[in-house]
């Protein structure tokens, strides 16, 4: 088996932060990231940009000298082990409600004990949330992380594809966050190399499956109409992170920093009892023909 | 012991959502509260009044043939009992910055089974969400809630004040949500009666409470400043609701209606990365002097 190298993770990790927010600052021309290195970890913060209205790039470390209980509940070989967990985690909410919003996340986990292997794992994908729909933006976004995927195995897009759509769901919606993308928990399957150079080719292509979906989009005019919905359909972001998400709930029960944790909630959120869109819209289509799981590559 | 008359509670409970939509819409003078009956409840929203931008005054009676399992785990006695579920629960925002949020709720639960007793109890309440405080408001609702507690016993307001700080609070932030009021659950000492007079006595007060308050500051001019802090303190609301109310998230995993379960979140929130009052403003005041427990009738 392969050899686990923790700093080299933790060094692909930080590279990836840099160059995450690099891309999006050249691509927003305006605001620039706002770093706070916080002890464990740094977040960096956009606001107010030219095409983002809020976006947050956190890298975060933590470890401890025991596993937390709640961790090893259904995981007992895990018990008084040491652990680290390290990741890259982004929410990228454009000002032009014409820009999907963009969720990634790569996260490595691993725990030690002396004389005895490591235990490890990786974790991750990226997915899109749309408030107008376009079908060209959804399948250069999926064959993005199709093509991401490709060198690791033919049954790779599929089987994370379906488990971002069931993931990212809003079971009291009844409803889709959005159009999905990839998600993957667990992963250890042949070796720490492979695993990690998957994690690797995920966020690497998350810039290239966004970017140009936000140069394309950009100069779209939009108005009053399309912010309120816009603002409107950012209340499911925040009912999904508070309500639903591993990554949310688990850093706020074991004390993680809530500021960094909370970074992808919107700027501006709105809710409006019973909302419905109007017939043959196109706030409509979004519900009908691109939050319904599809595939995106047929 | 006394009979349990589950008539008597709805019909108190919709004359009760009738009197405080009917004391609010004089009191707003603008809007009226719009009322959409949905089989299992009666949902009224007021939007966009003088006063209150957004508020819901919900009615639910829900029943089922059998105790959901998640309902037994700690209660295995009621396992397999038919049971109705009851109350009234309310949010209203207001529009001006100086004027409080508030929350009342007040619920009854009893489970039958043929040749046996029934097993029900009482919960209730009402807090008070202030973005800018004002002892003497926060005087007035406390000894309200103080006053209506006083002919069921000393230690009952202590207590439920108590409660009330003790479960409106955000771990995460280290904050509590207001300025409290009263909390209650699993009430049944003393008997039906008696409970069921508590649980008026509460419901009863909770106009003589806030209106007064909506009534002494409703004139008081605000600005861009004033709002923004509203919208950002509001997301301390969609975080308490979304994350720690427990009616809020059985609501939503037991299948009950999204939009009436919802309608507490607040019209428009924003969420700012770690953002701090100033030092010396009325907004850090309302973290140093009214957020942290106090005893308001001393």
Not at 36 to 47: A, F, K, L, P
Not at 79 to 88: I, L, N
Not at 118 to 130: A, H, N
Not at 277 to 288: G, I, K, T, V, W
């Amino acid at each position: 088996m392969s050899h686990v190298d923790i700093a080299a993770v933790k060094q692909y990790l930080l590279s990836l932060q840099d160059h995450i927010c690099a891309e999006l600052e050249v691509c927003d021309g305006q605001a620039r990231f706002v770093e706070d290195d916080w002890g464990r970890g740094r977040s960096r913060v956009m606001t107010d940009g030219a095409l983002i209205e809020k976006g947050g790039v956190n890298f975060s470390h933590v470890q401890g000298d025991t596993m937390p209980a709640s961790a090893t509940a259904h995981r007992p070989e895990l018990a008084g082990r040491r652990y680290q967990a390290m990741g890259v985690s982004l929410v990228i909410h454009p000002l032009n409600p014409y820009l999907p919003t963009s969720h990634a996340n790569v996260r490595f986990f691993v725990a030690e004990k002396d004389g005895e292997e490591p235990v490890w794992w990786f974790g991750g994908g990226y997915d899109l949330t749309p408030y107008y729909g376009f079908e060209e933006d959804c399948r250069h976004w999926h064959q993005t992380a199709f093509e991401a995927c490709a060198p690791f195995g033919d049954e790779v897009y599929p089987r994370y594809k379906q488990w971002c759509d069931e993931y990212f769901y809003l079971k009291h919606r009844d409803e889709a966050r959005g159009v999905g993308g990839l998600f993957f928990d667990d992963l250890n399957e042949g070796g720490f190399e492979r695993s990690f150079g998957f994690m690797q080719a995920v966020g690497d292509s998350y810039c290239k499956a966004y970017v140009p979906i936000l140069q394309r989009r950009r100069e779209m005019p939009w108005g009053e109409r399309e912010r309120q919905f816009q603002l409107y359909r950012r209340g499911r972001y925040v009912e999904f992170n508070l309500v639903f998400d591993r990554g949310t709930l688990f850093g706020l029960q074991s004390g993680g920093r809530t500021e960094s944790i909370l970074m992808s909630l919107p700027p501006l959120v709105r809710w409006e009892y019973n909302w419905q869109p109007e017939d043959n819209s196109p706030e409509q289509a979004l519900y009908r023909d691109f939050l319904p799981p599809r595939d995106w590559l047929a």
